[in-house]
């Protein structure tokens, strides 16, 4: 830093900047008559602003990392969900297919049930007729 650039930089850090920030001052100003009091206060209140905006960009940031920690959460739940969603719906078509295979068995039986009624009745008037002929 030039002479004048330094004392400006000392000025600036005297006022309460950063070395950091006095520095970056002293390189974007770059004249010694631009620090007076008018302008310092001003460029103090910029300091102060971007110090302000920084910490809300921090904040922001952490707002936004917080939530795609908590999307990658509703992402795993939602794989998950779907995965048992596929399984349920494999084992509804099992049951499904078992179900018919019970109502074929039911129809079968009912129909076994109605011949064999049918039998018997049958075989109860050939019964009542032999009855009826030997009663003679």
Do not use: C, W
């Not at 520095?23 to 008018?38: C, I, K, N, Q």
């Not at 939530?67 to 992402?75: A, N, W």
């Amino acid at each position: 830093m030039a002479g004048d650039t330094l004392q400006e930089f000392d000025r600036l850090v005297g006022a309460g900047f950063s070395e950091v920030q006095a520095r970056a001052l002293v390189e974007v100003v770059g004249a010694p008559a631009r620090t007076d009091p008018e302008v310092l206060d001003t460029l103090k209140l910029l300091v102060r602003e971007s110090s302000e905006v920084r910490r809300q960009l921090d904040l922001q940031g952490q707002t936004i990392e917080t939530i795609s920690v908590q999307v990658g959460g509703l992402m795993r739940t939602a794989e998950s969900l779907s995965g048992e969603y596929q399984t349920i719906h494999e084992d509804q078509g099992v049951i499904r297919g078992d179900l018919r295979i019970v109502g074929e068995r039911v129809k079968m039986e009912g129909r076994v049930a109605r011949m064999i009624n049918v039998a018997l009745i049958a075989i109860g008037a050939t019964v009542a007729s032999l009855l009826a002929v030997f009663a003679r």
